[in-house]
């Protein structure tokens, strides 16, 4: 059983489309995220959600929007795509409960990666 | 803000010989660190992960790494390589903001038959 599993593994598109890549995880996890990896491998987060609310949303351009219908699934959405945005977009969850005030933060959960999404724009 | 340097982009070894991934972090906080190999064409995998539990971890397929607090290092280290060893090798260190992991640069393992 694929406990993180992304939607297309390739994708191919010219500039100025749209298009979107779905995440699903099994794991049972509150946390998920969307990493991008460039072409030299250097890996940088792009979002987080907990529990279907934004925690963490780094300086990505606004064409990239992130939606998490429920704690399962994070997909991403590219508007006016670049050439600059060919990479490999990883997702990825941890176990990660909400953060309550006064409760421990969990910096130590492991995040379980999916396969990823090698995003060509020609 | 937390953050790791791995040394060196890429190192090859010989089959059977060690094998040694350098990292330091830099932290303002007790740091908790990870190391993650990316086979070809494939998502991240958690090799190990220090947690202030014991500053000697040890992982999956061999691999151990040594928090030393004194060097701000976690070297990774394993014994006796093997050709499946050869893979792309992440340093990351838990941001203090819960939730985010911030990646050294890799470092490319080849294994020499």
């Known amino acids: 059983d694929t406990a993180v599993s992304q939607t297309p593994k390739y994708l191919v598109t010219q500039m100025g489309n749209d298009k979107s890549i779905k995440c699903e995880q099994n794991l049972g996890h509150d946390t998920m995220y969307w990493y991008k990896q460039d072409s030299k491998k250097f890996l940088k987060i792009m979002f987080s959600y907990n529990n279907k609310e934004l925690i963490i949303n780094e300086t990505v351009p606004n064409r990239f929007s992130p939606k998490s219908p429920d704690k399962a699934h994070l997909n991403l959405h590219i508007n006016s795509l670049e050439l600059g945005d060919s990479a490999v977009y990883f997702c990825?969850?941890?176990?990660?409960?909400?953060?309550?005030?006064?409760?421990?933060?969990?910096?130590?959960?492991?995040?379980?990666f999916g396969p990823g999404t090698r995003l060509t724009v020609l | 803000a937390q953050s790791v340097t791995q040394l060196g982009s890429h190192v090859s070894v010989s089959e059977g010989a060690l094998v040694l991934l350098r990292c330091n972090y830099s932290s303002s906080v007790p740091p908790y660190l990870f190391w993650y190999v990316q086979y070809p064409n494939q998502g991240l995998q958690l090799l190990l992960k220090?947690?202030?539990?014991?500053?000697l971890v040890k992982g999956i397929n061999g691999f151990e790494a040594e928090f030393k607090k004194s060097e701000t290092s976690f070297h990774l280290t394993k014994p006796s390589a093997h050709m499946s060893d050869a893979a792309e090798y992440f340093c990351?260190?838990?941001?203090?903001?819960?939730?985010?992991?911030?990646f050294g640069a890799g470092t490319t393992v080849t294994v020499r038959a």
């Open positions: 220090y947690t202030s539990a014991a500053t």
């Open positions: 990351a260190v838990s941001d203090e903001d819960d939730y985010k992991l911030s």
């Open positions: 990825a969850s941890s176990p990660g409960a909400k953060k309550l005030a006064g409760l421990a933060r969990p910096r130590t959960d492991t995040q379980y």
